[in-house]
């Protein structure tokens, strides 16, 4: 399939001439929602956003756009509120209001996007140049003006609801304690990063009833002595992999990396690479399969803000787990105990081991995806191009997530058997989500 034609949004993001008058086709057109996802994504990766903050960012900006087309096609969408946790009814349109609701949901997209993710006006921009092509495309004026009140509207309860969510709490607790306790978590070369966000699980879900709904077994106890032990045969596997990977998986562990911030050592010199986080990689599948699928502009809102709900949510259960055991990276059990110059393939992330985030997140995201798009639904993912990574097919959502399961062993950073783990707890999460949420109506 085509790769979705993204466009800057610093030249002219569309064709711009005053003497058209098709802006309904223009802001029919699906495409548009897809490259201001896109746009989102790209601020998020520039300033350094943890994968799971990032997953909130996703998550209210998806949201507010859903609202607007639930509000504005009430006979085929049904609204959030009284489904996800906190949210109250939302505003109908004002009667007799002339919206082009297509508008107000990039609008509302663009407001909550920015609204929680900084700098400050880092989509003012991208904003105008939507604002502009509706005028430059004939658009009258209190249309916009009717437009741009509704995605206000909307935006502002969105706002609220988000700032209830215990994020701002979160940002002054308590820092994660390292001791140097066998078997526990320490921080990682190169850059030896505190532990990120140990409180996340403290956030406000969505759609689970409560971060102990899906509790999987312990992980394997700690033992470095008996060869025998569940958790030497793990390390040993672990480290036998990474020092004879083939060409196939090295591939699939450099596409899903997905390391939002690499820091790369040279000698004295230290620079970093970023790429989109594991979240907006599957904001990048959305993308994919909507335009694959020929998906209207209201079906690939809801697509998006059905995915970024799973993935908030499978963020938070995984990290809850990570922070009740704490388990030691691999990279830090067998340069201490087994080979000091190990190193695994892909760079260790800052937090524990057990369990996987992106294996919970990509079960939980192709199980809603799969909702929407249905099984066996064959893509060609284009998202890592920019990053200069070829591209990889996939006959289903579920065979994709499987491939993330693998990847995170070919890379050295999870245990085999925890990535088994973290992938059914995700998928749990997703089959969850998608017998709660109900979303577009038959």
Known sequence: MNRLLLIPVTATLFCACHSLHDYDKVFKDPHIYSQTVHELNTVVMGNNFSPIVAS??????????????????????????????????????????????????????????????????SMTAYVDSLKQLAKDHGMPN???????????????????????????????????????????WVPTPPAYTSAMEPHWSEIRYL????????????????????????YYKEVKKIENKDD?????????ADFWD?????????????????????????????????????ADFPTTVCAYAKTSIALFDAFIQCWNIKYIYNTMRPETTIDKYFDPNWRPHLQTPPFPEYTCGHCTISAAASEALTSVFGDHFAYTDTTELEFGIKSRSFQSFRDAAVETQHSRFYGGIHYEYSTIVSHTMGQEIGELLVQRLKMKKD
Not at 62 to 88: D, M, N, R, T, W
Not at 144 to 161: E, G, H, L, N, P
Not at 164 to 175: C, I, S, V, W
Not at 244 to 252: F, G, H, K, Q
């Open 56 to 121: 909130r960012n996703y998550k209210y900006a998806a949201v507010a756009g859903y609202e607007v087309i639930a509000g504005g096609y009430p006979g085929k969408f049904q609204s959030l509120a009284g489904q996800v946790h906190g949210l109250s009814p939302l505003p109908a349109p004002p009667a007799g209001a002339n919206i082009d609701f297509e508008l107000a949901a990039l609008l509302a997209y663009c407001k909550l996007g920015e609204a929680v993710t900084f700098p400050e006006g």
């Open 142 to 184: 209190d249309e916009f003006k009717a437009s741009v009140a509704y995605a206000d509207t909307i935006s502002a309860k969105i706002m609220a609801w988000a700032r209830k969510d215990r994020y701002l709490e979160t940002r002054g607790a308590p820092e994660y304690m390292v001791n140097d306790s066998p078997g526990r």
């Open 207 to 230: 759609i689970m009833d409560s971060v102990r709904e899906f509790m999987p077994p312990p992980p394997y106890a700690f033992n470095v002595t008996d060869k025998n032990s569940p």
């Open 244 to 252: 004879s990977l083939s060409d196939e998986e090295t591939w699939i």
């Open 258 to 294: 997905d390391n939002p911030f690499k820091l790369n050592v040279s000698g004295h010199l230290m620079f970093g690479t970023k790429k989109f986080s594991p979240g907006g990689h599957w904001m990048g599948i959305t993308g994919i399969a909507a335009q694959k699928a020929g």
